[in-house]
DNA sequence: CTCTTGACAAGAATAATTCTAATGTTATAA
DNA sequence: TTATAACATTAGAATTATTCTTGTCAAGAG
């Protein structure tokens, strides 16, 4: 049976693995993290499975990809509609699940039509801080 | 005369040439526009001067560097606190100049100190909305 | 004039990502 | 059961943005 049809998205093991890994994970991960987390119970996992899974998944609308980190891009499996509170030292980004009114008006947006927006809280974590002190 | 020691940073004609380009440019550019757009008058300008001058900018808070494009980096001379609205078609963005609050209560921080927020909105120009009727 | 400092240019090096081509897998149709 | 079609996987090459390295240059200080 064509089990997977009903995502269009077959489930082999290593798409399972990844799947697996994203399930829960408030990380944030990037390609690289995801390929070394695998890569313990595949070690023949290769990045083209990564990015491939990822995109597939992407546009199942089942992860998010963020470009909060100029360096890299970051994987979001939370698809819930929230925002990021990124520590400006280490990069490590965390949830800020609330909604927030920030209508704009029509003259501001200059003939766009608005789809959503994103906010990004920046910070330092408490561990960059006590870092800082010593 | 030390001219440059008010700035630490010396005037040297790519550098002004750069800093013209800025100059009311409300196009968020990147390393390569700049490096295309000053190369016309500057035909052996190299990236390595382009990147620097971005550095030293930057460290000067003359400029910001915007992660908002997943394929490279933007840079943005306008360092008035301001949000953005991106085209998700074309990646165009505009500015957004607007306050809005968007306080976070402390249980949400988990411990980070916070230091400022960035809106990203989204949405489809007007150039775009016309080509995909058509 | 000479020395120091910082800037410039060219291209090499790096890092993230995407592409390519060959091979492997699986489910169904014959 | 076997052949086939469709899709996945892999390794590595290619691409792209960015950073680094090295040698050269120019301006100002002494």
Request: positive net charge; glycine residues 4%; hydrophobic residues 35%.
């Amino acid at each position: 049976m064509e089990k997977y049809k009903q995502f269009g998205f077959k489930l082999t093991p290593q798409r399972l693995a990844i799947l697996n890994y994203f399930n829960g994970n408030k990380e944030h991960p990037s390609a690289d993290d995801i390929y070394r987390a695998v890569s313990k119970s595949f070690p023949t996992m290769s990045f083209a499975t990564v990015y491939n899974t990822l995109e597939a998944l992407r546009n199942k609308g089942n992860v998010l990809e963020l470009t909060i980190d100029p360096n890299k891009k970051r994987y979001d499996p939370n698809t819930m509609p929230h925002h990021h509170l990124i520590c400006v030292k280490c990069k490590r980004i965390i949830d800020i699940h609330k909604e927030f009114s920030v209508s704009v008006s029509e003259d501001m947006t200059q003939g766009f039509d608005l789809i959503g927006n994103h906010i990004e809280f920046y910070g330092v974590c408490p561990k960059c801080k006590s870092i800082a002190l010593s």
